[in-house]
């Protein structure tokens, strides 16, 4: 129903006391709120999912890691080790250089992950600067976006 211009949800419950009505309880929602708290929910589910999948490729990079180990590659092994840290390293460094607003940054940082999992070529302008979100560019909005990843 809509209240006050606002849309509700309405929930009745009858009180019942010897087989009759004796009242009833009312429960009132905004439907606003309603639908953020299924947005977060969604959203935990995606990071969920996200975190499952950064589990399962870590996982697979410490077997292969083991594996080089085990048929004594060693040389192989630290240069997979020292690969891997210099290119998170990069990153890192890139977006703390170069994107002053942090949630920015986490978002570069989490679709970074989702293209390298998908096995997708994720590239970054060199010459890319950001000081501070235009003023049109909400950190609520951003924060939608990275519901994506």
Do not use: C, W
């Not at 709120?33 to 975190?51: H, K, P, S, V």
């Not at 977006?95 to 986490?106: A, E, I, K, S, Y």
């Not at 978002?107 to 390298?116: E, P, W």
Request: glycine share 6%; proline share 2%.
């Amino acid at each position: 129903m809509t209240i006050r211009g606002k849309k509700t949800i309405v929930n009745r419950i009858p009180i019942v006391i010897n087989g009759e009505i004796a009242g009833a309880v009312s429960s009132f929602r905004l439907q606003s709120d309603l639908d953020g708290l299924r947005n977060e929910l969604t959203q935990i589910r995606q990071y969920a999912d996200l975190l499952r999948s950064q589990t399962h490729e870590n996982h697979n990079f410490l077997y292969t890691i083991l594996g080089l180990i085990q048929l004594n590659s060693l040389d192989e092994a630290m240069d997979l080790i020292h690969s891997e840290a210099k290119e998170q390293q990069s990153l890192v460094q890139f977006v703390t250089n170069r994107l002053q607003d942090p949630l920015l940054g986490g978002i570069v940082i989490g679709l970074f992950n989702k293209a390298r999992e998908l096995k997708v070529k994720f590239l970054l302008d060199e010459d890319s600067y950001l000081e501070k979100l235009p003023s049109y560019l909400e950190k609520a909005y951003l924060s939608r976006f990275s519901v994506i990843l």
